[in-house]
């Protein structure tokens, strides 16, 4: 899944982001409200931790432009701003959750898995067939087989457990597994890809759908 942090306070920008990619996750970074609100409108993100109190703007009016945008992302608002007042606004303005600074790390990530549980049906294990994914532990097995996956491996997986029987192109996957950094013109997801059928060890289980991207069996 892809994140967007926005936030002007470099430290904590890079702890979150070490942190939640060491999760599993992609993650893009804004420092202000204009950068924010262009990289809202460019890319699509599943979830954004969003800060009040930024250079040129406010998160409530970022708030409001996401909700408008009809994306449906998930935001969490995340801010020193701990009066009952602000508290409220955040959660009228359209924020899925409200998170006061100081924080624990680990409560965040409990927080941001439970935001994006709502795409899978509210349940933190997914399974497909023989193929199960603990998204809270990130464990994955096949029959039983646990399986070692890179953070990457592991995105394109859990993105095509969400779709099971559907087909998911490359660029979808490139924009919810990838940070924007990555090249587009590049083979990437066909590497990624094919090295994650080598671990599954299981011909066909995701399928290539030529011209239009992969499928991931149901009936595994």
């Not at 701003?81 to 955040?90: A, E, I, P, Q, W």
Request: charged share 30%.
């Amino acid at each position: 899944m892809r994140l967007l942090v926005v936030e002007d306070e470099e430290d904590l920008v890079d702890a979150l982001r070490v942190g939640l990619i060491r999760a599993g996750y992609a993650v893009d970074v804004a420092y202000d409200a204009p950068s924010a609100a262009e990289k809202l409108q460019v890319n699509t993100y599943d979830l954004v931790l969003l800060d009040l109190n930024l250079p040129g703007g406010d998160g409530f009016q970022l708030c409001r432009t996401a909700r408008a945008s009809g994306s449906g992302v998930r935001i969490i608002m995340v801010t020193a701003r701990d009066r009952l007042d602000d508290r409220v606004r955040g959660l009228d303005e359209g924020a899925d959750d409200y998170l006061v600074k100081p924080f624990a790390f680990p409560e965040l990530l409990a927080r941001v898995r439970a935001l994006l549980r709502r795409e899978t049906g509210g349940t933190s294990v997914l399974e497909v067939g023989a193929l199960r994914i603990d998204t809270a532990r990130m464990e994955v097995s096949l029959g039983g087989r646990s399986l070692a996956l890179t953070p990457k491996e592991y995105g394109v997986l859990h993105y095509l457990m969400t779709k099971p029987g559907h087909v998911v192109s490359s660029e979808e996957l490139l924009e919810h597994v990838w940070d924007e950094h990555a090249d587009p013109f590049t083979n990437t997801v066909r590497v990624t890809v094919g090295n994650l059928r080598r671990k599954l060890q299981e011909e066909g289980l995701i399928e290539t759908v030529i011209s239009r991207g992969y499928r991931l069996r149901e009936d595994v």
